[in-house]
């Protein structure tokens, strides 16, 4: 199983941007989808999480701006990321746990990052 994200770059304040994670491999269910980020000298948060079951949560900083979803036809989390604050700047991580495919029961998986950088 592997994770591929996608669509980081660069935005001005106030702008917005829309990741996406794919998940790979003969997967018949993943239970939850998240999005951690990361800046250098902090560490790895969780921003946002979305259950198999549509269940959602979102760190405080982040509310009311940011949406995830996900479509589990094609295994795939998004982050709608809204009204971006230089403070949203970090290495963007897509995580994948509790992931059941054909043959084995996996625990977690990580995708491999995607840059957002709001400049002010």
């Known amino acids: 199983v592997q994770l591929q994200a996608s669509g980081g770059g660069l935005v001005q304040a106030g702008g917005s941007l829309r990741l996406s994670c794919v998940a790979s491999?003969?997967?018949?269910?993943?239970?939850?989808l998240n999005w951690y980020r990361q800046s250098p000298g902090n560490q790895r948060e969780l921003v946002a999480g979305?259950?198999?079951?549509?269940?959602?949560n979102y760190v405080e900083s982040v509310k009311g701006r940011f949406t995830i979803s996900r479509d589990n036809a094609k295994n795939t989390v998004y982050l709608q990321m809204n009204s971006l604050k230089p403070e949203d700047t970090a290495v963007y991580y897509c995580?994948?746990?509790?992931?059941?495919?054909?043959?084995?029961?996996?625990?977690?998986?990580w995708g491999q990052g995607t840059q957002v950088t709001v400049s002010s």
């Open positions: 979305v259950m198999r079951s549509g269940n959602t």
């Open positions: 995580n994948a746990r509790g992931i059941s495919t054909l043959w084995e029961s996996i625990t977690e998986r």
């Open positions: 491999g003969r997967i018949v269910r993943i239970e939850s």
